[in-house]
């Protein structure tokens, strides 16, 4: 395929639009920033595109909870084009903000536990809003955005980020399935306490896909860490011009030229 088409959706207290276009543009594709009203107004719009990405911010002030008011406008309006979207072999990103509203929509980890409820995310454990960097360990072979085999380094920025599962079952079914994209990680590549775990997410968890591996949803912020200078210790750093984001992107884009 030449072109790359992505869209980036946009909604009020979205604030991250901007970054992850400019991300998308870096990787090869065209991208436009469009409010979600004209997606629910013109719905074959979708069919333009090749890559949806939700992105960070606090969509509608985060009412009610995180995500939930623009999780619903899905739902209830965009829901059935969504699904063909992923049933066409296209890919979806929900970063943050996104990927709390990818979880609350049931698009992630989708039917595995038979329904949303079964997964969801909440309030940090330390009661506060979470701003640090964090070291992420890939945890499947099947999502297409991940390099399996590559640790990485991405700044977090949230106050309701911690995964939980209903039970014990649920959670080895997310294990099971290869549903866990992300654990958090130590520099040496173990888990631990906070704030290596920032939330104390169950399992660790950073981020999941589905079962096609062309969903993924992460609480990092892969947009904000695009070039090496934007890394905290950027000076020690020996090569390289790409932040440890870019691989999210560049494997989104890569994956649309190789297989449409």
């Known amino acids: ?29 065209q991208c436009q920033r469009v409010h979600i009203n004209r997606v629910i107004a013109n719905k074959q719009m979708l ?38 979207f992923i049933n066409d072999g296209k890919l979806v990103l929900g970063i943050c903000n996104g990927f709390q509203v990818l979880v609350k929509t049931g698009i992630l980890p989708g039917n595995v536990a038979g329904r949303q409820e079964n997964v969801t995310i909440t309030n940090n454990d330390s009661g506060k809003f979470e701003d640090r960097w964090v070291y992420l360990a890939p945890q499947t072979k099947r999502c297409v955005f991940i390099d399996s085999d590559r640790q990485i380094y991405l700044p977090i920025a949230h106050g309701e980020g911690k995964v939980v ?42 981020g999941l896909t589905d079962s096609t ?20 210790h950027w000076c020690r750093l020996k090569s390289g011009i790409d932040g440890d984001g870019m691989t999210i992107f560049n494997n989104a884009v890569k994956y649309i030229k190789e297989n449409f």
């Open 165 to 206: 599962t209903k039970d014990q079952a649920t959670l080895e079914l997310l294990r099971s399935g290869s549903f866990i994209a992300f654990k958090y990680v130590d520099k040496d590549g173990k888990e631990g306490p906070y704030p290596i775990n920032p939330n104390n997410s169950v399992d660790s968890i950073a």
């Open 47 to 84: 069919d333009n595109f090749q890559i949806l990405v939700i992105p960070g911010g606090f969509s509608y002030g985060d009412d009610v909870a995180a995500g939930k008011i623009l999780a619903n406008q899905i739902i209830h309006h965009l829901m059935e084009s969504l699904q063909k």
């Open 1 to 29: 395929m030449g072109q790359v088409n992505a869209i980036v959706l946009r909604a009020a207290g979205i604030n991250c639009d901007l970054e992850t276009q400019y991300a998308l543009e870096l990787a090869g594709a």
């Open 213 to 232: 591996g062309r969903v993924l949803g992460l609480m990092p912020h892969p947009e904000r860490h695009i070039r090496i200078t934007q890394h905290p």
